[in-house]
């Protein structure tokens, strides 16, 4: 019987292969775009992050705090008190 069937059990054996590769080809097709969706929405954040960055670092206009860490410090105070003021 499997000198007989032999060419027919090496094709269901390759057809089954190629199924198994299928199925992985897509399962990474699925993987990188779930990747890639959260690669976007990483990058959001970053060009988020990164305006925050800009406006704390921006040079400050007239008088006031002349370094980074002042201004930013400065900037903070003064939406603490903002905050404080609006919830009295």
Do not use: W
Not at 5 to 17: R, T
Not at 30 to 47: P, S
Not at 61 to 76: E, H, L, V
């Amino acid at each position: 019987f499997v000198k007989s069937s032999k060419p027919q059990m090496i094709n269901i054996f390759f057809s089954f292969v190629c199924v198994l590769l299928a199925y992985q080809i897509h399962a990474m097709r699925a993987g990188i775009k779930k990747l890639m969706a959260e690669n976007e929405e990483k990058d959001e954040e970053v060009g988020r992050l990164r305006g925050i960055l800009a406006e704390l670092s921006r040079e400050p206009s007239g008088d006031g705090p002349a370094t980074f860490a002042s201004a930013a410090a400065s900037r903070c105070a003064d939406i603490v008190r903002g905050r404080f003021s609006d919830s009295e």
